[in-house]
């Protein structure tokens, strides 16, 4: 007597099942992890509108130094405004500091800033 037997018997499945978690605890940190990188860039690229906002403003108020208020600022960040919280703090005729803060589910702990100076490179910190 044959018999024709169909299908998967019950170790090959759980084999695979084993190498499918192994992938996934493999893939998703590192997909966390990228999305978390294209979120801090976005910060990165708001703090950069800032600065060049605030350079500008420099330029057309010379002796009034660098501002805080983001109302005399010429820049849009309508784009950005859904993930990230931006402030100016510390302005002065030398320098500022931009802060981009998380405030969405998304963002939410994230932390982008950069201590700008007339006199050096700027400074990123990010978290």
């Known amino acids: 007597m ?13 084999v695979v099942i084993v190498i499918v978690a192994i992938l996934a605890a493999v893939a998703v940190p590192l997909y966390i992890n990228y999305v978390k ?5 976005e910060a990165r690229g708001a703090i950069g509108a800032v600065i060049t ?6 330029q057309a108020n ?3 130094g660098y501002t805080d208020v983001m ?10 405004s859904h993930n990230w919280g931006i ?3 510390n302005a002065s005729s030398t320098g500022f500091t931009v802060t981009a803060t998380g405030n969405s589910a998304q963002t939410n702990g994230l932390s982008v800033s950069c201590d700008y ?5 700027p400074a990123w910190t990010e978290q």
């Open 2 to 14: 044959r018999r024709n037997a169909k299908g998967f018997t019950l170790m090959e499945l759980m």
């Open 37 to 41: 990188d294209a979120q801090r860039t």
């Open 53 to 58: 906002a605030e350079q500008t403003y420099f």
């Open 62 to 64: 010379p002796s009034a």
């Open 71 to 80: 109302a005399n600022l010429n820049v849009d960040l309508t784009d950005v």
């Open 87 to 89: 402030t100016v703090s």
């Open 117 to 121: 100076s007339r006199s050096a490179p």
